[in-house]
């Protein structure tokens, strides 16, 4: 786990930073300077070319991190990725041929609303398309980095390049050196750059010779594909259903209100993110190598630290919910939204639980099982949010309970298909130990918040900025002294002596 470590804390560090710089994005600048109708409007876009994403991608992100170990010779890899760069256009050509059919598609949908400011979205349709294709190559060119075990500044371009982005627009926007709604066509070209960076890092990483033949198993690495284009982004995408579906009945606002709280229950994942841009990789070269006393290693290690860090940022988050709210300047972002925090942060806490989990069934032969999964959860989160969010009016709390649901019913069949198939399970002896710490950690911190005298600043309230501080500090301290003590994680106990020392 030492490469693992290694690049996971740098990614990790990164991924915070990109945090902290999306949380100012979405608590402060959002908020107040793009206003709530055009921040539901840019979540959309965003939303929609996320889903449009992994179908444009033709799932080549993930059969590069499949198979590229498995080839021996320069002459092999260079085969493969000759065959599968181009593969991505074969979907992306067509879905732009027909975009005027996919918008009409989207104005009848958003028109359902009743609500006219919805329409707005007319005139930015075409950038769901470019967005997905740019994000689409990043992806691919992200993977050829990471099969180097080169994911650092890939991660920087992923976590922190979007964020800077958005954060250098929203003060074009403020000091009026671009509109409102020209944000989100300066946001695509921005997505295209990136995208374009990404491309000339990967061919510095690794230059292929250039030709048309095909590896000898090129019939195995299209079926693959075409197993992986969807299941393998199906758990990542059930939020932006939720999004997505969100003008269909309300406002943009509503939408932007809701992106405000998945974001703080997103918060809890970044470790996870982290571990995994380079535990993929090590994964699939563990199973392509047939060794699996290192892959159930990989499984067990990543599990008991995803689940003691996650647990952390789960205490964090929810014990200063109430908090984080006020800083809002619309009450509006406050309603119902501690509980759309504590079922998202719930699901992201559980997905950290099983750790590798996903990249040993992907890059595995039993990797079709994905297709099912991928779909069930896809439909699954979608009739859910019918039923919860249309048919009962559950507002957005219903959509984040279906999709609290959907992730725990469909990773606990993974988790039972892995024990299964390769006889092992994530936990380990702490495993147990170390939920019941996280319990009573957020019991014990919940219902008391510290009461520091109302402070503004330039009209921004500080207060609860200072009331976080102090809780965070006791809740870090406390935390980090049990789980130390009791040995949770080695490698988290050596992380720790190493830098005390």
């Known amino acids: 786990m030492g490469i693992v470590f290694k690049q996971s804390f740098k990614n990790t560090l990164i991924i915070y930073l990109g945090f902290l710089i999306g949380g100012i994005n979405t608590i402060v600048l959002y908020t107040r300077f793009l206003g709530d109708e055009y921040y539901g409007l840019a979540t959309y876009v965003f939303s929609a070319s996320n889903l449009i994403m ?89 993977s050829w980095a990471k099969v180097q075990m080169q994911s650092v500044f890939g991660n920087v371009l992923k976590e922190l390049y979007n964020r800077v982005s958005v954060m250098v627009m929203l003060l074009a926007v403020y000091f009026h050196f671009i509109t409102k709604q020209e944000f989100i066509v300066y946001m695509s070209f921005a997505y295209v750059l990136r995208t374009l960076l990404m491309m000339i ?25 075409f197993y992986i284009i969807l299941a393998g982004s199906a758990g990542a995408i059930i939020l932006d259903i939720d999004k997505v579906m969100i003008p269909g009945k309300e406002g943009f606002e509503t939408a932007a209100y809701y992106t405000v709280a ?29 060794n699996p006393k290192e892959t159930e290693n990989l499984y067990k290690k990543s ?9 952390l940022f789960f205490v964090l988050v929810n014990c200063n919910v109430e908090e984080l709210f006020r800083l809002m300047p619309n009450k509006n972002y406050g309603e119902g939204g501690w509980l759309v925090v504590l079922l ?35 439909l699954s989160v979608y009739f859910l949010n019918t039923y919860f969010y249309n048919d009962l009016g559950m507002g957005t709390e219903g959509l984040a309970l279906a999709t609290l649901i959907t992730v725990l019913v469909f990773n606990a069949f993974k988790l039972w298909f892995v024990k299964l198939k390769f006889s092992m399970t994530p936990f380990t002896n702490k495993t147990l130990l170390m939920i019941f710490i996280i319990l009573v950690m957020f019991f014990g911190f919940y219902f008391w918040n510290f009461s520091v005298s109302e402070f503004y600043l330039f009209g921004f309230p500080i207060h609860p ?18 789980v130390v003590k009791l040995s949770i994680s080695e490698q988290i106990n050596n992380l720790i002596k190493r830098y005390i020392k």
Request: charged residues 10%; hydrophobic residues 50%.
């Open 344 to 378: 998202i942060s719930s699901a992201k806490l559980f997905l950290m639980l099983l750790g590798s989990n996903g990249a040993i069934i992907n890059n595995s032969k039993f990797y079709r099982i994905t297709l099912p999964v991928g779909v069930g959860m896809a």
């Open 262 to 290: 998945v974001f703080i229950g997103s918060f809890i994942e970044a470790p996870s993110r982290a571990m995994g841009q380079i535990l993929q990789p090590l994964t699939s070269k563990a199973i392509n190598e047939n």
């Open 54 to 142: 992994p179908i444009t991608a033709f799932g080549i992100h993930f059969t590069i991190i499949k198979f590229f170990s498995s080839y021996t010779s320069k002459v092999e890899q260079d085969k493969f990725l000759n065959s599968v760069i181009l593969l991505p256009l074969f979907i992306a050509i067509p879905i732009g041929y027909f975009w005027d059919f996919f918008h009409n598609w989207i104005m009848n949908f958003v028109a359902k609303s009743n609500s006219k400011e919805n329409l707005i979205i007319e005139n930015y349709t075409i950038y769901i398309y470019i967005i997905a294709v740019a994000c689409a190559y990043f992806e691919v060119f992200y």
């Open 201 to 225: 890092y990967a061919f510095r990483l690794y230059t292929p010779k250039f030709s048309f033949s095909l590896p000898d198993n090129f019939n195995e690495v299209l079926r693959y594909t």
């Open 303 to 311: 599990s008991i630290n995803l689940l003691l860090v996650g647990g």
């Open 465 to 482: 900025i200072i009331n976080i501080i102090l809780k965070s500090i006791v809740i870090i301290i406390i935390y980090g002294a049990v």
